[in-house]
């Protein structure tokens, strides 16, 4: 699948470099440049493991592909297994931010988990980001090393993950080989339609500006016959969301979720900031120490 692969890579390194380019800044107080840039890449790489995310329940939907186990976590390995697969250091941050994006989803969750939250189709959000990182440790121990290292990650349980991983590339790999022919292609319709919303257009102007819908379209468009075509749409919803709908055959981001991740972001660099004035005032700095490894601010 070579020729898939530098197709892939080709589109996210595009992303990537679209992310210098200037953008509505995060509705956050006292940001730095810095903090801001970093902020937007969050936003971005976060959308981008949620649309394939959804991606992985569309693949299984057109090709009425088995799964064993949750539909909802085998997509999440997908995601994993296509991200860590490149082996490009932008996509390895892409898949760190994902892991810090539910870390930080957890500690937001002021109340704990609910007995709705243990019957969902989902796991819990910390249990989503540990299996993120165990897929990270099992396709490259070495570079992802010191992230692991911060989250205290066991180093018996790293040595599972690289069979864990190997496992569910093998698997998926062998999934989507199967429904795979070289020079095939599949037409992808991307739409970006108006927030309706100044707040949102900020979001939506981010997301357009860094191509994060069209890495799905570059991702999947050669290698599959998806007859018909496939829509990827990014708008207002209403709700924090982002979803496959089988019968439209559409993939949809919902602006709410980059405000949402946006939101997430400040609020973890102003609870650094609050701990770096306190320990500056000379407080205790025994704090219980956050498991996202974000970057802190620069003096």
Sequence with gaps: MRFLKSVWVAGILTCAAMLSMPSHKLEAQELTDEQIEEGQRFVVNNAIFILF?????????????????????????????????????????????????????????????????????????????????????????????????????????????????????????????????EGAKTKFKVSYQPAGNEDLQGFADLLKSAGALETIATAFGEGYNLKGGIKITGKTCGVENAFWDPEAREITYCYEMAAFHAELIANWFANQGSEEAAGDDGASDETEATTVKLKKKKE
């Excluded at 057109?62 to 390995?77: I, K, T």
């Excluded at 860590?84 to 996509?91: V, Y």
Aim: glycine residues 6%; contains cysteine; aromatic residues 10%.
């Design 53 to 181: 995310h959804e991606a992985g329940h569309m693949l299984v939907s057109e090709f009425n592909l088995p799964v064993l186990g949750r539909e909802e976590d085998a997509v999440d390995a997908l995601s994993s297994v296509l991200l860590l697969g490149a082996e490009d250091e932008e996509l390895n941050t892409t898949i760190q931010d994902a892991a810090d994006g539910w870390f930080l989803l957890d500690e937001a969750n002021e109340d704990g988990p609910q007995d709705d939250d243990f019957m969902g189709t989902h796991g819990l959000d910390r249990q989503r980001a540990f299996a993120i990182v165990c897929m990270m440790t099992g396709a490259d121990a070495e570079f992802f090393k010191v992230f692991a290292d911060s989250l205290e990650f066991p180093e018996e349980r790293r040595e599972e993950c690289v069979f864990e991983y190997q496992k569910a590339r093998e698997s998926w790999m062998s999934l989507l080989a199967a429904n795979m022919k």
